[in-house]
């Protein structure tokens, strides 16, 4: 079966700081992996995926995550925290049919002005 | 394209009454999934479609919970006999087209439902 886990349950980063949002996941077989991002009472947007392709990822908003399977992790980041970041954020893979997603518990970064 | 709609936005009901929710997935878009979640928690795989046709339903899923898609556009999840552990946002998402082992294709979601049962 595979799993994620999102490593801190909440991040707090100044503006115009480092974001560095941990995901580390299971899998027997090469996975495919997701970041999504959810505003309150909004549903789930898609930042980035990783699908073999280039292990580092490039996605909307300046974020990107790097694809390291010797350490099964999947890291989000972003060079300069902005207040529009503030958010939850959710690491996801894919199961090999890609019939359905599986979820880490969450993130929420908080930006300090 | 106007994205993945979900109606009600939110429902508040009592316990043990029944409430349905509909999905209308991005137009041609012929796999249909709902999702789960719970607070401080993330999404949880409830079931998909691929077409009218259910492929597969999380244990999540019990007898109360059923999932229609009836001619492979919009779908309704309906619970019956609601309980308060049934409180949650409920999530639809759609995807281009999907179907044996390959690159997954972008699961849209939509706003979600979101039940209270009282």
């Known amino acids: 079966a595979q799993s994620v886990t999102q490593l801190g349950s909440h991040v707090s980063v100044s503006e115009g700081a480092l974001v560095l949002l941990r995901c580390n996941y299971s899998?027997?077989?090469?996975?495919?992996l997701f970041w999504y991002v959810q505003y309150p009472n909004q549903g789930l947007q898609l930042l980035l995926k990783y699908t073999s392709a280039a292990t580092l990822v490039k996605g909307i908003n300046g974020f990107e995550a790097e694809f390291k399977k010797s350490e099964t992790s999947f890291h989000l980041t972003k060079p300069s925290a902005h207040m529009s970041d503030a958010a939850e954020y959710f690491c996801?893979?894919?199961?090999?049919?890609?019939?359905?997603?599986?979820f880490g518990a969450g993130t929420i970064l908080r930006v300090k002005s | 394209d106007t994205g993945v709609s979900q109606d009600p936005r939110h429902k508040i009901t009592k316990r043990g009454q029944n409430v349905t929710f509909r999905c209308d997935p991005i137009s041609e878009h012929n796999r249909l999934y709902w999702y789960r979640q719970t607070l401080g928690q993330g999404p949880e795989f409830l079931t998909y479609?691929?077409?009218?046709?259910?492929?597969?339903k999380s244990r999540l899923l019990s007898d109360r919970f059923s999932a229609e898609r009836p001619k492979g556009s919009f779908s309704t999840l309906e619970i019956q006999r609601t309980e308060q552990g049934d409180s949650a946002m409920y999530l639809c998402a759609s995807s281009p087209k999907g179907g044996g082992t390959g690159i997954p294709y972008e699961q849209y979601f939509g706003p979600g439902t979101r039940l209270t049962v009282t």
């Open positions: 899998s027997s077989v090469p996975p495919y």
């Open positions: 479609f691929q077409n009218e046709a259910q492929l597969e």
């Open positions: 996801a893979v894919s199961d090999i049919y890609g019939n359905k997603l599986v």
